[in-house]
């Protein structure tokens, strides 16, 4: 019976885009990298046909190229030509590749599982986000290829044979489903099945969606929109996680230094590298945060905002997003409360000169006689 279930549905045509997500810097100038690659200096062509020109209000609007790739094999399936850079302002760049595939559950697993461990694959678009840094290192305020990195993979498939629609897929393939979408090719507890195809969207009777923290499952033979809502959504992850490391780092690096300040300091004569590097934090932090959290709106298409929503509940942004905000009121409460104990401290040495400077004319009044 098992064995029957794999033959009767079989992938005639589709596509699996891995995605890898980096930062390389606090702020680029989009303007400035679109004339450098122009120029040849680095070897891609950009790409002026963006996907999902309509509904997609970016701020400003990501610069996309493409590079030629010599094929890459992973397990039983190889890389098509060609790989796609997608920079944004505020420092994120995806790589995506695209592996064409075929055949049924099976295959789907084993490649799912085989692409989750592409150490090849990884390494290549390492070396293509570090080419394109020092391309670009000009246009790029802090730059630096983080070691934080996001990867996704997202099914795509346009022709298939099953003997069920594409309505029944969710409750007649869910097992199978699920093991893609989790890279498992052991079989899943009905709870962890339940959990992986519970974010499912369709917006006609003939597509299907489903989106999972590891992957995006979807039965669609046009679904450019939706995958750019899944880059930008992974992109944002990564953003996120990064920001949250760097405030994590920077609340450490700030408590060390109050306890070791300069004489000067504890004097409140000095303001302090160590102020100064608070409020520079708690400044970049701030910036990062609200250019991650603006850069896009979806207008006018509910469906896409719906995916958005789907994809941001997968990835809990909503948590990350709070963290993020507890810490940076963090950073900016702890600045204010140095900047403010330094104030009173040098009130209180002013207090200290001006007995002393009293003393010292009552003294001298009377030595002075």
């Given at each position: 019976m098992e064995t029957k279930r794999y033959v009767e549905f079989q992938v005639r045509k589709g596509v699996c885009f891995m995605l890898y997500v980096y930062d390389l810097g606090l702020e680029v100038d989009l303007d400035q990298?679109?004339?450098?690659?122009?120029?040849?200096?680095?070897?891609?062509?950009?790409?002026?046909n963006r996907r999902a020109p309509r509904y997609f209000d970016y701020r400003p609007a990501p610069l996309r190229m493409t590079q030629a790739i010599s094929p890459i094999t992973v397990g039983a399936s190889t890389t098509s030509d060609p790989v796609e850079i997608v920079l944004y302002d505020f420092g994120g760049v995806s790589v995506t590749y695209a592996v064409p595939f075929q055949g049924g559950w099976a295959d789907l697993r084993t490649l799912s599982a085989a692409l989750c461990e592409a150490e090849e694959l990884k390494t290549d678009s390492l070396r293509r986000v570090t080419e394109l840094l020092e391309s670009i290192r000009p246009a790029v305020k802090k730059p630096g290829v983080s070691d934080f990195v996001e990867d996704y993979l997202i099914f795509q498939i346009e022709e298939f044979d099953a003997a069920c629609p594409v309505s029944q897929l969710n409750e007649r393939y869910a097992a199978e489903m699920a093991q893609v979408l989790r890279a498992e090719t052991q079989a899943l507890s009905d709870g962890e099945i339940a959990d992986a195809i519970s974010c499912r969207i369709g917006f006609g009777p003939d597509d299907v969606a489903l989106i999972d923290w590891n992957a995006a499952l979807a039965f669609d033979r046009d679904m450019d929109d939706v995958r750019a809502v899944l880059e930008y959504a992974t992109v944002e992850l990564l953003e996120l996680r990064f920001l949250d490391h760097q405030l994590d780092a920077s609340l450490?690096?700030?408590?060390?230094?109050?306890?070791?300040?300069?004489p000067l300091e504890m004097l409140g004569l000095s303001r302090g590298s160590g102020l100064r590097q608070i409020g520079q934090f708690q400044v970049d932090g701030a910036i990062l945060f609200e250019r991650v959290s603006n850069a896009i709106k979806l207008l006018g298409d509910q469906y896409l905002a719906r995916v958005y929503r789907l994809a941001s509940q997968r990835f809990h942004l909503s948590e990350w997003n709070a963290g993020i905000l507890r810490k940076l009121e963090a950073v900016d409460n702890l600045y204010e409360k140095i900047s403010d104990r330094n104030a009173n401290r040098r009130l209180e040495i002013l207090e200290w000169i001006i007995i002393l400077l009293i003393a010292f004319e009552i003294v001298w009044s009377f030595v002075g006689k």
């Open positions: 990298c679109r004339r450098s690659i122009s120029a040849g200096s680095l070897n891609g062509d950009l790409k002026t450490d690096r700030s408590y060390e230094r109050i306890l070791r300040r300069t």
